[in-house]
């Protein structure tokens, strides 16, 4: 149980187009899914955590109108990396949670997305 | 605010060496704790985690005890193999922090044959 899903696994796209990645928690409703950015070598970076039903919780110094995040329902997510440019290039992982006892969060494979 | 600061890498062990990597956190509630291991080119996954003080994690040979004291929870393992080669994130999460997980820099691990 808790699986997590991303689409599309890898995505590349040219300069100055927009890139959306879904992000679906499969056999569980997500309350809460956080959205991270990870470059080589690199830990993750918290984005922004989003609650079914309301706007983002952006982190410092994500630009809110670059990563439009959108939580429609209870198992889906998605974000929206708008006008990519080359240096936007990186690991975009979700993850999903439920408000419990344990805050264990369940993680996505990850979109690796290349702007050229 | 909650940070987790984690031993630098990459640790290189040969096979069936004994492994350690440590873990220290700060956090202003009581957080739960995870170990998170990424493969090449992977997600996360989770490789084990507690949630209140002296509770052990364990899985796959890997244990780490949450250790309030002195604010750690490090990563140990007996005999390790090649096919633990990875990156392993030590994490927290709280309520306090509204459940977001603060990970480490990560540690990379090499296992030689």
């Known amino acids: 149980g808790a699986v997590v899903s991303q689409h599309p696994s890898w995505v590349i796209c040219k300069s100055g187009t927009s890139v959306k990645i879904e992000c679906r928690s499969l056999d569980f409703q997500a309350t809460t899914m956080f959205w991270y950015r990870q470059f080589p070598k690199q830990s993750l970076m918290l984005m922004a955590t989003s609650n079914e039903g309301s706007k983002a919780t952006y982190e410092q110094g994500v630009e809110k109108d670059k990563f439009l995040i959108n939580h429609a329902s209870l198992t889906l997510s998605t974000l929206t990396v708008t006008s990519a440019h080359p240096e936007d290039s990186s690991f975009y992982i979700c993850?999903?949670?439920?408000?419990?006892?344990?805050?264990?969060?369940?993680f996505g494979p990850g979109t690796r997305l290349t702007v050229t | 605010g909650n940070s987790v600061t984690q031993m630098e890498g990459p640790v290189t062990l040969s096979e069936e060496a004994f492994l350690t990597i440590n873990c220290t956190y700060t956090?202003?509630?009581?957080?739960?704790l995870f170990w998170y291991v990424q493969y090449p080119g992977e997600g996360l996954q989770l490789l084990l985690k507690?949630?209140?003080?002296?509770d052990k994690g364990s899985n796959k040979g890997f244990e780490a005890t949450y250790r309030k004291e002195t604010t750690s929870f490090h990563l140990e393992k007996g005999s390790v193999q090649v096919s633990d080669s990875a990156v392993y994130f030590c994490?927290?999460?709280?309520?306090?922090?509204?459940?977001?997980?603060?990970f480490g820099a990560g540690t990379r691990l090499f296992v030689k044959a």
């Open positions: 507690a949630t209140k003080a002296d």
């Open positions: 994490a927290l999460s709280d309520h306090g922090g509204g459940f977001k997980t603060i």
């Open positions: 956090a202003t509630g009581y957080p739960s």
């Open positions: 993850s999903a949670s439920v408000a419990s006892g344990n805050y264990e969060q369940y």
